[in-house]
């Protein structure tokens, strides 16, 4: 799932090498970003947005998003640190943030290539269910489901950020290209993403709807 992952991501580099690509946090895409990492993939020229930060932690916080890109990804291939960008969980006016964030993709000219885990409820972001399609980046409480599954990376779970900032739905089908990759711990997710009827209650459904959505499962799925 990885290998194949990166074997994408590489190609559309090597294509359009000042592509605008969009990265996911969590367990999933970390071996993907490994793998970039050691075949040593020129990110020189491109230009990333991840899909979410959570509200109230820096940028250097253990737990931030922009620390686990750093950490996995960024301070390991050669991008140029200005091309990063990931929503500010410490924005004085999120509302404004989230317009903010919103104006440097369409100003970049969008997402190339977007990358998407997928939660355990189908939440693609945190777009959890019952989310409308239309949102753009904006402020989403988390669900207690999704502070419970996240507790692993904090010391307890009343660590856990309450909200967070997140770009919506329509944000992510805007993109160009998807690849959603999923680990055998999705198994039920991605075979109700096989039968089921696009529906809210489980967003991960819209992604029916994209044009050029691949979904990459691990093997033994
Ligand atoms: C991460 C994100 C989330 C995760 C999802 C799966 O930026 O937006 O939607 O992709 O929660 O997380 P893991 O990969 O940890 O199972």
Do not use: W
């Amino acid at each position: 799932m990885s290998e194949t992952c990166a074997n994408i991501i590489a190609k559309q580099l090597k294509n359009k090498p000042n592509s605008v690509l969009g990265f996911a946090t969590g367990s999933t895409p970390v071996g993907t970003y490994k793998k970039l990492a050691e075949n040593k993939t020129d990110f020189s020229k491109a230009k990333t947005f991840n899909l979410d930060e959570y509200c109230g932690l820096t940028k250097t916080h253990p737990q931030s998003y922009h620390k686990f890109m750093m950490d996995n990804l960024f301070n390991h291939v050669n991008i140029n640190k200005k091309n990063i960008n990931l929503p500010n969980g410490t924005a004085k006016d999120f509302n404004k943030e989230c317009k903010n964030y919103e104006n440097l993709i369409k100003k970049s000219g969008g997402i190339d290539l977007r990358v998407l885990g997928v939660g355990g409820n189908g939440h693609i972001g945190f777009n959890e269910p019952d989310s409308v399609f239309h949102n753009l980046t904006h402020q989403i409480t988390l669900t207690p489901e999704t502070i419970d599954a996240n507790k692993r990376f904090f010391e307890k779970v009343e660590d856990v950020p309450k909200t967070a900032l997140s770009m919506g739905i329509k944000t992510i089908m805007q993109a160009k290209q998807i690849v959603l990759i999923a680990g055998a711990d999705k198994k039920q997710v991605i075979e109700r993403l096989k039968y089921e009827v696009v529906d809210p209650r489980f967003p991960v459904s819209i992604l029916h709807y994209h044009p050029n959505c691949t979904v990459i499962f691990a093997k033994n799925i």
